[in-house]
């Protein structure tokens, strides 16, 4: 009984021994006031943020409405000029900065094993000259001076993130591949005029 014993208490002690370390605690803040980020401006620029299927720009500004009930987040109507040209000044910047820094790789590569729409991107990518690459410059520090002023009136510009919800993606896509250079401009603005971005979900598919 007494070596029973003894046996049952060591092997107690061995399997304490062996087990697991607790979990750590994770501690987070208690934020308890709803109003964390009072008096925002949201600057909406009208042609801009309407430039998309009926049911975002419904949902959107509806978004929008939320916000102002439950934070008094104001809606202030601003224009931004020449988007369309600082969307195709985008497109050359990051198209001749892409080629540059992959132009070493395009050579061994064997453009037969990409799809339809990276040989086309490649392609116009490698067609800009010095002189367009300078004028995308020219045109991004005008709209950053633009950003300037309408962030002088309000804190944030909103839009939707996309035009489109998801489609179906098309049979041939596998084999060509798929372009899709419009339905992203609130992104491309924002990486152009190199400001940050943030999207915000809202549940809607």
Same mark, same amino acid.
């Given at each position: 009984?007494?070596?029973? +014993?003894?046996? +049952?208490?060591s092997?107690?002690k061995?399997?304490?021994?062996?087990a697991?370390p607790?979990m750590?605690?994770?501690? *987070?803040?208690l934020?308890? #006031?709803?109003?964390?980020?009072?008096?925002?401006k949201?600057?909406k620029? /009208?042609? $801009? *943020?309407n430039d998309?299927?009926d049911?975002?720009?419904?949902?959107? #500004?509806q978004a929008?409405?939320?916000?102002?009930n439950?934070?008094? $987040?104001?809606? !202030? &109507? %601003?224009t @931004?000029?020449?988007? &369309?040209?600082?969307?195709?000044a985008h497109?050359v910047?990051i /198209? +001749? &900065?892409?080629?540059? #820094?992959i132009?070493r790789e395009?050579?061994?590569?064997n453009?037969e094993e990409?799809? $339809?729409d990276?040989? @086309?991107a490649l392609? @116009?990518y490698?067609? *800009? #000259?010095? =002189? &367009?690459?300078?004028?995308? =410059?020219? !045109?991004?520090?005008?709209q950053? =001076?633009?950003?300037?002023r309408? *962030?002088s009136?309000a804190d944030?510009?909103?839009?939707?993130t996309?035009? %489109?919800?998801?489609?179906?993606i098309?049979?041939?896509a596998r084999?060509? /591949?798929e372009?899709?250079y419009?339905n992203?401009d609130s %992104?491309v603005y924002?990486?152009?005029?190199m400001e940050? $971005?943030?999207?915000?979900?809202?549940?809607?598919?």
């Amino acid at each position: 009984m007494a070596s029973s +014993s003894k046996n +049952s208490s060591s092997l107690k002690k061995k399997s304490t021994d062996d087990a697991a370390p607790p979990m750590a605690k994770l501690c *987070f803040p208690l934020l308890k #006031s709803p109003k964390l980020i009072p008096n925002i401006k949201l600057a909406k620029y /009208g042609e $801009w *943020f309407n430039d998309c299927s009926d049911d975002i720009r419904v949902c959107c #500004s509806q978004a929008l409405a939320k916000l102002y009930n439950s934070y008094g $987040w104001k809606t !202030i &109507e %601003v224009t @931004v000029p020449e988007i &369309e040209v600082m969307r195709l000044a985008h497109y050359v910047t990051i /198209g +001749s &900065e892409c080629n540059n #820094s992959i132009a070493r790789e395009l050579e061994k590569l064997n453009k037969e094993e990409l799809g $339809w729409d990276a040989r @086309v991107a490649l392609s @116009v990518y490698g067609s *800009f #000259s010095s =002189q &367009e690459y300078l004028n995308a =410059q020219r !045109i991004r520090n005008r709209q950053l =001076q633009i950003h300037k002023r309408i *962030f002088s009136k309000a804190d944030v510009i909103v839009t939707p993130t996309t035009g %489109v919800t998801a489609y179906t993606i098309q049979k041939d896509a596998r084999e060509t /591949g798929e372009l899709d250079y419009i339905n992203g401009d609130s %992104v491309v603005y924002a990486n152009n005029a190199m400001e940050p $971005w943030i999207e915000l979900e809202d549940h809607y598919e």
